[in-house]
């Protein structure tokens, strides 16, 4: 059993799964945050939720904590609705479940729900179209169907609200324009986000941080046969 000490730097679960091919000893836990965020986009101000997983546990007895953003939803057309936002969360956290798993890190697969979280968004009911998330894509162009993508990436400022507190935050988010039969879609991701009142400690790391993540998704897509314009973080 190898100890580890100076945990700060477990942010990702790349991380969690070096740790482990290192030979470490790792618990690992879910839980959940939703957060209401108010955006600002072009000068449009608009309320969204974030479906946050929090993983923390311990490696060779040393604590670490980390979250990750797996979905953005509105009751609008500036992202995803939150009915559809539940989803798409959902997809990409099982994902990371099942790479935990596959080198023998156990986890409990708990997943998001709507029940009583946000009740207040029930009354929307919008024509909604199709709950593709980039998964999706890849496997369409595995399949023979031409896919190609537009890459669009920005840094939107936010003020993430914790009932009794607010705190400024910056997200790096990427937009991707899909075309594939006869369609064009568009889905977004969040890469990374760091405390805006933090930026000259935080934003470099968290740049490294969002481009790795760009860069594993870019190679997935050219494995794929999928046309991409990049764009990444600057």
């Given at each position: 059993m190898r100890e580890a000490t100076g945990l700060s730097s477990v942010m990702r679960i790349d991380d969690l799964i070096a740790a482990q091919k290192a030979g470490f000893v790792i618990t690992c836990r879910s839980s959940f945050e939703i957060s209401e965020v108010d955006?600002?986009?072009m000068d449009k101000e608009f309320q969204a939720v974030l479906f946050f997983c929090r993983f923390s546990g311990t490696i060779g007895g040393a604590k670490y904590s980390?979250?990750?953003?797996y979905?953005?939803?509105?009751?609008?057309?500036?992202?995803?609705?939150?009915?559809?936002?539940?989803?798409i969360a959902n997809r990409y956290l099982q994902k990371d479940y099942r790479r935990l798993k596959e080198v023998g890190i156990d986890v409990e697969a708990k997943l998001f729900t709507l029940d009583g979280m946000i009740v207040k968004f029930q009354d929307f009911r919008e024509e909604q179209g199709p709950t593709l998330t980039l998964e999706d894509y890849i496997h369409i162009a595995r399949e023979g169907t031409h896919v190609s993508m537009r890459t669009a990436v920005e840094y939107l400022p936010?003020?993430?609200?914790?009932g009794n507190r607010s705190e400024r935050?910056?997200?790096?988010?990427a937009d991707f324009e899909v075309t594939t039969l006869g369609a064009t879609h568009r889905c977004q991701r969040c890469f990374a986000c760091y405390a805006t009142d933090n930026e000259t400690q935080e934003k470099l790391r968290q740049v490294r941080?969002?481009?790795?993540?760009?860069?594993?998704?870019?190679?997935?897509?050219?494995?794929?046969?999928?046309?991409?314009?990049k764009e990444f973080f600057r």
């Open positions: 955006f600002t986009h980390f979250r990750k953003c979905a953005r939803g509105c009751p609008h057309n500036l992202c995803p609705h939150v009915s559809q936002a539940v989803m936010a003020v993430e609200n914790f935050r910056t997200f790096l988010l941080i969002a481009n790795d993540r760009l860069a594993k998704l870019f190679k997935e897509l050219d494995q794929a046969g999928i046309t991409c314009e």
